[in-house]
C-alpha cells in the first residue's frame, strides 16, 4: 500500500530542545518537501529536496534541518533556535517537473506543541 | 518575493448556493494546481491546469488558468455540506524549479 507517512501525529517539546519529525515515502518520488501551517493560515515551505544527499531552503527555513540520505526518507529537526515551532507540519512528495503529473501527496501532519 | 495570494480568506455558502475563489501570482507559472484541506485533515490534490486559458471540470468544480498564467479560479456550481474545507492554490513559478508556492487558503463553510 503506497503512501507517504509521517510519525508522530502529535509531538509536545519542552522550550530549548531539539525534536525530529519523522517523513517516509514508499512512491519512489524524488522530490520531497516539508510544509509548515498555523492555525487559519497556509501552506509556507521550509525545505525540499530533488535527491538524495542534496536538498534547498523553502521561504522559512531558519531554526530548522532537514537530511536526505535516503531516497524514502526525509527527516525534519525543529531546532530550538526556532522562535515559535508550535504549528502543523506536513511532510510531501512528488515526481519531479518534466515527468508528468507532479501533484503533491501529503501525510498526514505533526502537530507540534511546545510547552 | 513570488507570491500566491487568495481571496477570498472566507466565505460562508447556503447549501445550494454557488462558490468561487480566486487565486493571484505575482509572478508567470508555468502551471497551477489546487487541492482541498477538509478540517484537521491534509491538502488532497484536485487538479493541474498548465495552458493558458485552460478550462477542466470535475462534476460541480470548474478550474481555470488565465490567459498570462497568473491567475486562476476555482468555482464551485450549488455547494454541499461535502464541499466544506480549505481550498489552496499552488503554482510551481515558471523558472525551472520544481518548487510550488501555495496560496493563502479560501476556507469555506456550507450552512445546511
Known amino acids: 500500500d503506497g503512501g507517504i507517512t509521517q510519525s508522530p501525529k502529535y509531538l509536545f517539546r519542552k522550550e530549548g530542545q531539539n525534536v525530529t519529525l519523522s517523513c517516509e515515502q514508499n512512491l519512489n518520488h524524488d522530490a520531497m518537501y516539508w510544509y509548515r501551517q498555523d492555525p487559519g493560515q497556509g501552506l509556507r515551505l521550509i525545505y525540499y529536496s530533488q535527491i538524495v544527499n542534496d536538498f534547498q531552503k523553502g521561504d522559512i527555513a531558519e531554526g530548522y534541518s532537514v537530511s536526505r540520505e535516503k531516497k524514502e526518507s526525509f527527516p525534519l529537526t525543529v531546532t530550538s533556535a526556532q522562535k515559535n515551532p508550535t504549528a502543523f507540519y506536513l511532510c510531501?512528495?512528488?515526481?519531479?517537473?518534466?515527468?508528468?503529473?507532479?501533484?503533491?501527496?501529503f501525510g498526514q501532519g505533526t502537530r507540534l506543541t511546545v510547552v | 518575493g513570488q507570491q500566491v495570494m487568495q481571496i477570498p480568506q472566507y466565505q460562508h455558502v447556503q447549501e445550494g448556493e454557488d462558490f468561487t475563489t480566486y487565486c493571484n501570482s505575482s509572478t508567470t507559472l508555468s502551471n497551477i494546481q489546487w487541492y482541498k484541506q477538509r478540517p484537521g485533515g491534509h491538502p488532497v490534490f484536485l487538479i493541474q491546469l498548465v495552458k493558458s486559458g485552460e478550462v477542466k471540470k470535475q462534476k460541480r468544480l470548474t478550474f481555470q488558468f488565465g490567459e498570462a498564467k497568473k491567475n486562476s479560479s476555482l468555482h464551485i456550481t450549488a455547494t454541499q455540506t461535502t464541499d466544506v474545507g480549505t481550498y489552496f492554490c499552488?503554482?510551481?513559478?515558471?523558472?525551472?524549479?520544481?518548487?510550488?508556492?501555495f496560496g493563502t487558503g479560501t476556507r469555506l463553510k456550507v450552512l445546511a
Open positions: 499552488a503554482g510551481q513559478v515558471a523558472s525551472g524549479t520544481y518548487k510550488y508556492i
Open positions: 510531501a512528495s512528488s515526481i519531479l517537473p518534466g515527468q508528468g503529473r507532479t501533484e503533491a501527496f
